[in-house]
């Protein structure tokens, strides 16, 4: 089932197969040649599959014994490959197969006779250093066996003393399948076992069990993806996790943790639209879809808290809120939000979008920040983490989406105009804000003359029901009420036009076409109208009422300038 294969990592056409032997190929597959001796014990004792002693034999042929189980060749000097056997067998080659070294008996005279080797890690930084890994649980040994040569062999250091090998915490590491080196931080590892992830900091002297969103399981195979920095874990029976961007684990001895606050630095981030998944039709044609990558920048901060921010600044820091900001290039706040922190490290992502705009109807947030709006350009940013009185600042580049062919001359053409429908979207926030305000102070007004018998008081009655019943059609202008969702709804309402034209426009990154164009006219020439019946309506039947008001005790009617485009330089 798990006969050893391998690229070669200096010519990807070259591959390596195992048997009891080394199969190369030159091109990819089409033709092999055999590159070493048998490297197994050839043990006949151990080749008895066919003498099954009464159960059916495997008719799949995968249970053999006296098996190359890993091979490895060094990414760092032509010719250097290792193997190990599942018989105990460890050997190198300098020369590309043509010599072969054993060093099954130099390795360390505990180690038990017939071990099996699942895996061996040529080093990405030195061509005589490897580690190797052995696996006994057949035997019913569960000890921990690492070792590590930096001398092609010549010396082996061990990692684990061949004992019950627990981690700083007191988990249990248990057998070995795997172990993986950063491909940056030599001193950085990650361990697969049968009892999870764990990863060392300091080359294999002490280990820590990962448990952020990895369960305890067998980690069967390791690889960080080169470009993305990902560390890519493969699990028995549990399927693939991803721990996205491991660059801050390169950065976390030293002081780093010391530090009442620390941004590390934040990977590029790209742009592009999302598509719907293949749709459910029915239970039975569900499928699993696991978690994605979060979309956008991944933020990564550590906050020392308790050790190192004092009583006064916590006081100031209102609890663990974390604020985020985002400036342009230009030095501009585009984006401010918060998240909860906590103690160590803390990961978050943007979702590349600008401060936006309330829905209408909607309640403001206390705090003033604003709900996510467009999203943006591809470009520099800047990034500021702060906690009470401290802060720190970042760099971020946001690239454009490699799959889509345009012009950052039509993206920001396109980015434009979906600005300028997030300032109508303000304006309708606006108008629905007032006309809420003023319905309330109305629905006041009628609740304090219900009672009263005076005929004047019956007129402000009259009038304020017929007020607020012109109130509500002006509203309708403006956005649809709820409850008239589904078939009853038309979207003539000039937010639903606007949104309608803003998901189309949104819906490509190339310059607006003229259906888009033609979409937002229409949403345009909507809210005007709506607007229009607005100021109309506050300059006759509210102005009316407000100076019957006026007459009476009551001072309760909010006056408001007219509305339009340029209400906002007016406040």
């Not at 057949?138 to 921990?144: A, E, F, G, L």
């Amino acid at each position: 089932w798990n006969a050893a294969f391998a690229i070669d990592p200096f010519n990807p056409s070259t591959i390596y197969y195992g048997s009891q032997f080394i199969h190369k190929s030159n091109d990819r597959g089409d033709t092999w040649t055999v590159i070493s001796p048998d490297l197994t014990t050839n043990d006949p004792e151990k080749q008895k599959q066919n003498e099954s002693g009464g159960l059916t034999l495997d008719v799949t042929a995968a249970e053999n014994h006296t098996t190359i189980l890993t091979i490895a060749p060094s990414p760092v000097e032509r010719g250097v490959i290792w193997t190990g056997t599942d018989d105990g067998k460890i050997q190198l080659t300098r020369d590309g197969g043509g010599t072969w070294e054993d060093f099954t008996e130099s390795i360390d005279k505990e180690l038990p006779e017939g071990i099996w080797c699942p895996h061996i890690e040529a080093s990405k930084f030195n061509a005589g250093t490897a580690y190797v890994v052995f696996d006994d649980h057949r035997r019913n040994n569960w000890k921990t066996y690492i070792y590590k040569t930096y001398d092609y062999g010549k010396n082996w250091k061990n990692l684990s003393e061949g004992e019950y090998l627990k981690d700083t915490a007191g988990n249990l590491i248990g057998f070995v399948h795997v172990i993986e080196e950063d491909p940056v931080d030599k001193e950085l590892l990650y361990l697969g076992t049968e009892f999870g992830l764990f990863i060392s900091f300091d080359a294999g002297d002490r280990w820590i069990k990962w448990t952020h969103g990895m369960p305890t399981v067998p980690v069967r195979d390791l690889i960080v993806h080169p470009r993305d920095h990902d560390l890519v874990i493969g699990t028995h029976g549990r399927s693939v996790y991803i721990l996205d961007d491991v660059r801050p684990l390169r950065d976390l001895m030293g002081e780093t943790l010391e530090k009442p606050l620390h941004m590390f630095d934040i990977p590029d981030a790209y742009l592009h639209r999302l598509k719907r998944p293949r749709e459910t039709y029915f239970p039975g044609d569900d499928a699993f879809i696991g978690e994605p990558r979060k979309l956008g920048a991944l933020i990564t901060f550590s906050l020392n808290i308790e050790k190192n921010i004092k009583q006064e600044d916590k006081e100031n820091s209102n609890g663990n809120d974390v604020y985020i900001e985002i400036r342009n290039n230009s030095g501009e706040i585009i984006r401010e939000f918060k998240v909860t922190g906590k103690n160590g490290l803390n990961r978050i992502s943007w979702n590349l979008r600008r401060d936006g705009v309330y829905s209408p109807g909607t309640e403001p947030r206390k705090d003033g920040l604003l709900p996510p709006g467009i999203q943006v350009l591809p470009g520099n940013y800047s990034v500021t983490v702060k906690y009470g009185d401290y802060d720190v600042t970042g760099d971020l580049t946001i690239l454009p989406d490699p799959k889509e062919n345009y012009t950052f001359t039509a993206r920001e053409e396109k980015f434009m105009v979906l600005l300028g429908i997030q300032e109508k979207q303000e304006l309708l926030f606006e108008a629905v804000k007032r006309i809420n305000k003023l319905i309330g102070a109305v629905d006041h007004i009628l609740r304090l003359v219900k009672d009263k018998d005076d005929d004047g008081y019956k007129d402000i009655e009259k009038d304020g029901k017929d007020l607020n019943k012109k109130l509500a059609d002006v509203k309708g202008m403006f956005t649809a009420s709820r409850g008239q969702g589904g078939m009853g709804r038309r979207g003539d309402d000039a937010n639903s036009k606007i949104r309608t034209a803003q998901r189309f426009l949104a819906s490509t990154y190339d310059s607006p076409s003229e259906s888009h164009l033609r979409y937002l006219e229409i949403a345009e020439e909507c809210l005007a109208a709506a607007i229009a019946e607005l100021n109309s309506v506050l300059e006759n039947e509210a102005a009316a009422f407000k100076t019957k008001i006026d007459n009476t005790d009551f001072r309760i009617i909010p006056e408001f300038d007219r509305l339009n485009s340029d209400w906002k330089k007016k406040k």
